[in-house]
Nanobody, 127 residues
Framework: QVQLVESGGGTVQAGSSLRLSCGASSSKDPFNAYMMAWFRQGPGKDREFVAAINGAGALTYYADFGQDRFTISRDNAKNTLILQMNSLIPEDTAVYFC??????????????????WGRGTTVSVSS
């Protein structure tokens, strides 16, 4: 089964940028066949959708809070998912997870549509 490993988290000041990466181990299913997404879970909060990208990388979807500050992308040749986060604010403090959407579902922004998850990388933004 494919494994997802996030990296790039850290502690930064408000206004800074971070670039998160998610590497997928090789599997019999090609990386570019799947919608991929980022979710996050802040302290004491439920996990929430951040952004998603289709297999080819041509279509992207964002939560309202990330529309103007975050960019999701993917490098299918390297089995890598990226989240570029700019103008970070303290409310962005969370554990960020990458996830692979299950087959045969068209839902994009709902956690239950994704069946493969990484362990997360922590982002802390100080004011």
């Amino acid at each position: 089964q494919v494994q997802l490993v996030e990296s790039g988290g850290g502690t930064v000041q408000a206004g800074s940028s971070l670039r998160l990466s998610c590497g997928a181990s090789s599997s019999k299913d090609p990386f570019n066949a799947y919608m991929m997404a980022w979710f996050r879970q802040g302290p004491g909060k439920d996990r929430e959708f951040v952004a998603a990208i289709n297999g080819a990388g041509a279509l992207t979807y964002y939560a309202d809070f990330g529309q103007d500050r975050f960019t999701i992308s993917r490098d299918n040749a390297k089995n890598t998912l990226i989240l570029q986060m700019n103008s970070l604010i303290p409310e962005d403090t969370a554990v960020y997870f990458c996830a692979r959407r299950a087959k045969y579902t068209t839902t994009i922004r709902v956690e239950s549509a994704y069946d493969i998850w990484g362990r997360g990388t922590t982002v802390s933004v100080s004011s």
